[in-house]
Structures are given as structure tokens and as C-alpha cells.
């Protein structure tokens, strides 16, 4: 037998109902995301491959510092740790469930040697 855990015990069949109610909160966001993009098409178009390097190193040094490293949030310190703190919480808990939801429907992975690894941290 190989190190693992079990998942999803103690739910049953009412876990099914969460993946119902995500495949619905992702419809309504890929029909408004689906109305936005009709709107955006009514607009002149735009040469978005001029300057492609800058823009390129523009959007990711923003990425790091303005979304990954919340610089907006820290300018007031003890609400923007907090907030820092939630942020990255969120982001390695939804990486976790990824990696759940890819073990229990893709294929398992997290058996052995990568789930004593997984396990450790």
C-alpha cells in the first residue's frame, strides 16, 4: 500500500453539489465575460503589436509588483499585511484544490513519494 489519504471522506454525494454550483458561477462568468467582449468589439481597432517587447515587460514587472506584491494594499501597514497574509492564503489554498481536483478526476499524483513530499510542507 502506498502513502496517500483519502479524498474527499466524510462528504458523499453532496461534494457533487459544489462542482454543480462552480460549473454554474463559471457560466454566468463566461457569458458576462462573453457581453464585455461584444462591447470591446464595437471599438476602433488598435495595433497591439507595436512595441511588443516593452509591452510585454511592462505588463509583467506591473503583474509583480502591483498584483503579486499588493503594492497599492501595503501603503497602509498593518490592513495591507492582513490583507497581504489573506492574499497569498487564497492563492496557495486554490493551488492545493487544483492539485486535489487534478488527482481525483485527471489522474492520480499524489500517491508515494510526491504525497510524503506534498505532506511535509
Do not use: C
Not at 454543480?20 to 464585455?36: E, K, N, P, S
Amino acid at each position: 500500500m502506498t502513502a496517500g489519504r483519502e479524498i474527499f471522506w466524510n462528504i458523499g454525494p453532496w461534494g457533487n453539489i459544489v462542482y454543480v454550483l462552480m460549473a454554474i458561477a463559471v457560466g454566468i462568468f463566461v457569458r458576462a465575460f462573453y457581453r464585455r467582449y461584444l462591447l470591446w468589439r464595437t471599438g476602433r481597432p488598435d495595433n497591439r503589436l507595436d512595441r511588443l517587447n516593452t509591452r510585454i515587460t511592462s505588463f509583467v514587472r506591473k503583474f509583480i509588483v502591483e498584483v503579486l506584491g499588493q503594492r497599492l494594499i501595503l501603503r497602509k501597514p498593518f490592513p495591507g499585511v492582513m490583507h497581504l497574509i489573506v492574499f497569498w492564503a487564497f492563492l496557495s489554498f486554490l493551488a492545493a484544490t487544483i492539485a486535489d481536483f487534478i488527482h481525483h478526476y485527471l489522474f492520480p499524483f499524489l500517491e508515494g513519494g510526491v504525497y510524503l513530499w506534498f505532506s511535509k510542507s
